[in-house]
């Protein structure tokens, strides 16, 4: 499948991943880029322009916040508005809690639910409903899924419920010949990461996978790049990237 001139839709399309895929899909594809972010940083606009000029495609930013499900659709509809058509949606959003599970307030909970699980269904149920026949469905999950491990029980369980979405849209999609997949980082070298995490959890992290070091952006985001392209043959999905320090 051909990206040029066609759009894809990023959140948390302007810092880390998130950047990176829309830098790939900007220059390896020529694709048309719609950026959401939420808080500002103050370079997006930069971000755009530069993209534009440098790779000749078209980009749009788009600023919100995706906590409810009117707020997913106005996202879609927005994008849909600005371009005439949606062709790839990457859903980057997400939230970690590293805590022990009798140490977990409510108020935590509904916050890691909102952003991991109610925005990740939302957004796969939108993207059903926009993306064109023969377009890409991406969601970010975790390697944790495959782990056996104690403190990130909230994590991986709001995480893992997305894997369930795709599974059936997935299936839902077939005659639209829409892949749906999701794809399984290991612990990723951005702040993400180092807000939950002692020293010594990262360099046990590090030990567990090629190189001694953790995943970085530029991992992954060639492996969206495939799905969207040549690998849009897989669908239902969930591609584990994690250096060896998960399998499933």
């Known amino acids: 499948m051909s990206l040029e001139g066609k759009t ?3 959140t948390g399309g ?7 895929t829309a830098i790939e899909l900007a220059s390896k594809h020529k694709a048309n880029l719609f950026l959401h972010y939420n808080s ?7 971000l755009a322009d530069e993209l534009s000029s440098k790779y000749g ?5 788009y600023q919100g916040n995706l906590g409810s499900a009117q707020n997913v659709a106005k996202l879609f509809e927005t994008a849909k508005a600005k ?3 949606i062709d790839v949606a990457i859903n980057n959003v997400g939230k970690v ?8 307030t409510e108020k935590e909970f509904d916050e890691m639910d909102l952003v991991n699980n109610k925005i990740g269904f939302f957004f796969i149920a939108q993207a059903t409903k926009h993306v064109s026949p023969g377009g890409s469905i991406i969601s970010l999950v975790t390697s944790l899924l495959a782990a056996y491990t104690p403190l990130y029980a909230v994590y991986q369980g709001t995480k893992s419920a997305v894997e369930y979405y795709t599974k059936s849209a997935s299936k839902e999609l077939i005659e639209k010949r829409i892949s749906v997949n999701c794809i399984a980082p290991g612990p990723m070298d ?7 995490e002692q020293p010594e959890a990262v360099e046990y992290y590090k030990s567990a996978a090629f190189d001694n070091r953790l995943t970085k952006i530029e991992d992954i985001a060639p492996i969206v790049s495939f799905l969207v392209s040549s690998g849009n043959w897989m669908t239902g999905q969930t591609l584990y990237a994690s250096g060896g320090m998960t399998a499933h």
């Open 83 to 85: 371009f005439g058509s």
């Open 14 to 20: 302007t810092k880390n991943l998130g950047k990176l």
């Open 8 to 10: 894809a839709l990023i």
């Open 97 to 104: 809690l590293k805590k022990p599970m009798a140490e977990v």
């Open 57 to 61: 495609v078209k980009v749009e930013l």
């Open 40 to 46: 500002v940083q103050g370079d997006e606009q930069k």
């Open 190 to 196: 951005t702040p993400f990461f180092y807000s939950q």
